[in-house]
């Protein structure tokens, strides 16, 4: 499941405190709560949300490797510990205790609608419930749950990466081989038919990784119908263009 930005609760808000606290209780004196909802709204968003989304960070095609989704992650826990295990979890703690206190303090005081009490209570389990969905158990849960979902993806490409290697190889050293055998047209198709558009089916896999886009573009004319040789003696001049391009890319695949 792709990392979401988790919503702001709407009853951590000062504008919600406001409304529910009660008229009778905003004269009762200040209880610290509304500030410190402000800065608890202010240090959520200051995370950065998008160094959290893993899977959206991690580029797509031949740059995402390992090494880089293992950077990302890394980044990503980086900015949890800091931003809100380090600072929103402890305006969030700031939170529950104003709203703990006030709850009992207002609970004795008479005046105080039980309306108002409640208002406190009830703050006091938002942020705790809040507090909890922030921990390193919930959201940096699911982080890590999106980085391992994404190293499974990458380690199969690679195993598809490098099984295309073996392949490549051994396909241009069959026809590394044929080059000094075969000498008729019919023997030749039968070696284009299966090795060189082999190796044309292999190359796109590659060709990107190793650098060898133009060595791409010159096998897909060597693998289209009509380069084969029309008689036995084109056949020599045939290998003799492919061999070049064949010593680059076992060059550059070794």
């Known amino acids: ?40 709204a202010k240090a959520f968003d200051k995370v950065d949300w998008e160094m959290l989304d893993v899977g959206k960070r991690l580029p797509i095609g031949v740059a995402g490797t390992i ?16 931003s809100i295990d380090g600072t ?24 105080i609608p039980k309306s108002s009490t409640k208002a406190a209570q009830d703050l006091a389990k938002d942020a705790d419930f809040f507090m909890v969905a922030m921990n390193k158990n919930s959201l940096l849960q699911l982080i890590a749950k999106e980085y391992k979902e994404n ?14 290697i073996k392949r490549l190889h051994a396909t241009l050293a069959k026809i590394v081989k044929a080059s000094k055998t075969v000498t008729t047209t019919s023997e030749y198709a039968a070696l ?15 060709s990107k990784q190793k650098d060898l886009i133009p060595e791409h573009k010159a096998w ?35």
């Not at 284009?192 to 590659?206: F, K, Y």
């Open 151 to 164: 190293l499974k993806g990458l380690k199969v490409k690679e195993k598809i990466y490098a099984d295309s």
């Open 88 to 111: 929103l979890r402890k305006k969030i703690q700031d939170v529950k205790k104003l709203a703990d206190d006030t709850a009992a303090k207002w609970a004795k005081k008479k005046g």
């Open 1 to 40: 499941m792709p990392f979401r930005k988790p919503a702001y609760p709407a009853t951590l808000t000062d504008k919600h405190w406001q409304k529910k606290k009660g008229s009778v209780a905003k004269i009762a004196g200040k209880t610290g709560i509304g500030s410190a909802l402000k800065e608890t």
């Open 220 to 254: 897909r004319v060597f693998s289209s119908q009509g380069f084969q040789p029309k008689t036995d003696e084109e056949i020599p001049e045939k290998f003799a263009a492919m061999m070049p391009v064949m010593k680059k890319i076992l060059m550059a695949t070794r």
């Open 192 to 206: 284009w038919s299966e090795e060189v558009r082999g190796v044309g089916t292999i190359m796109p896999l590659i």
């Open 67 to 82: 090494p880089v989704l293992d950077k990302i992650f890394a980044e990503a826990v980086a900015e949890y510990k800091t």
